[in-house]
């Protein structure tokens, strides 16, 4: 069974810094795309970055490009969203999820961005 | 971007009714469309794929349709533990966009 964990998640303060991580069990991770989506408290999806099978392209939304980095490690099945210049309103659940159309997903890290 | 428009917003509906959610695109999209299905305090959860494409355990009262812009899932025959959120969101093109949302309760 396709399996996505996150970790990394919790609290930073504005302007700081923190990577995120997406282990993964079950397929064959080099084969497939990977996303970060978000979600704000109490408020709907958003869609926050993509990366290629190889890694070799990546996609990001207008409201984090420039500042998030998504990366992944193929050899150890593992995906990396690092955060940097972080915002209040970057505040949200982040998750990892498999393929264009986002499935799995994992439980999601929390990120709580406030001083 | 293409914006993703989900309706309605929120409904109620009782065990057994037939229930349809829409979700239409501000451009075509061909089939490049999912649906997810979250509960509070949990992930979302893949419903369909391909607009159609029904994801593997997921029960047979849920269906997707549509092409181009505008796409509907159904839900047959309503079961209590249907209630929650449902998103669509287009993977036609990025950015990748999620509609806003439609909140199910049950009466």
């Known amino acids: 069974e396709a399996q996505v964990v996150e970790s990394g998640g919790g609290l930073v303060q504005p302007g700081g810094s923190l990577r995120l991580s997406c282990e993964v069990s079950g397929f064959n991770f080099k084969n497939y795309a990977m996303n970060w989506v978000r979600q704000a408290p109490g408020k709907g999806l958003e869609w926050v970055s993509i990366?290629?099978?190889?890694?070799?392209?990546?996609h990001y939304a207008d409201s984090v490009k420039g500042r998030f980095t998504i990366s992944r490690d193929n050899s150890n099945n593992t995906l990396f969203l690092q955060l940097s210049s972080l915002r209040a309103e970057d505040t949200a659940v982040y998750y990892c999820?498999?393929?264009?159309?986002?499935?799995?997903w994992g439980q999601g890290t929390l990120v709580t961005v406030s001083s | 971007d293409i914006q993703m428009t989900q309706s309605p917003s929120s409904l109620i509906a009782s065990v057994g009714d037939r229930v349809t959610i829409t979700c239409r695109a501000s451009q075509g999209i061909s089939n490049y469309l999912a649906w997810f299905q979250q509960k509070p305090g949990k992930a979302p959860k893949s419903l369909i794929y391909g607009a159609s494409s029904l994801q593997s355990g997921v029960p047979s009262r849920f269906s997707g349709s549509g092409s181009g812009t505008d796409f509907t899932l159904t839900v047959s025959s309503l079961q209590p533990e249907d209630f929650g959120t449902y998103y669509c969101q287009q993977y036609n093109s990025y950015p990748i966009t999620f509609g806003q949302g439609t909140r199910l309760e049950i009466k």
């Open positions: 999820a498999k393929d264009l159309w986002l499935d799995p």
């Open positions: 990366i290629s099978d190889n890694g070799g392209s990546t």
